[in-house]
């Protein structure tokens, strides 16, 4: 599986992007799928996750009722709708995805066996 990122860039601070991550391989659906996120100089982190179903999803807390993960598996794809922005989201936001069908760690980046390349997002304040 080949993962696609796209969507980031400029925004001011309430304001709203949407991300997404296109999937090519026939077994997208099968995946569970997460966005983690990195900021200059610091580690890369979970952001959100969601199973193949899309029936469970998971939040840092960081990001609770402003992000919101979904996905269209007849699409092969998964989004992440961000809004009420701020400048402390400014990252390269990472879409990854598991192909083990266990997720037993969804927060942590070592469950994730596929990764896109990255999409930059700036807040601007």
């Known amino acids: 599986v080949q993962l696609q990122a796209s969507g980031g860039g400029l925004v001011q601070t309430g304001g709203s992007l949407r991300l997404s991550c296109a999937a090519s391989?026939?077994?997208?659906?099968?995946?569970?799928m997460a966005w983690f996120r990195q900021a200059p100089g610091k580690e890369r982190e979970f952001v959100a996750g969601?199973?193949?179903?899309?029936?469970?999803?998971y939040y840092a807390d960081s990001v609770k009722g402003r992000f919101t993960i979904s996905r269209d598996n007849a699409k092969s794809t998964v989004y992440l709708q961000m809004n009420s922005l701020k400048p402390e989201d400014t990252a390269v936001y990472y879409c990854?995805?598991?192909?083990?069908?266990?997720?037993?760690?969804?927060?942590?980046?070592?469950?994730?066996?596929?990764w896109g390349q990255g999409t930059l997002v700036t807040v601007s304040s």
């Open positions: 391989g026939r077994t997208f659906s099968n995946y569970a």
């Open positions: 969601i199973s193949w179903s899309g029936g469970r999803t």
């Open positions: 990854a995805g598991d192909s083990s069908a266990s997720w037993t760690t969804p927060t942590r980046a070592g469950t994730y066996d596929y």
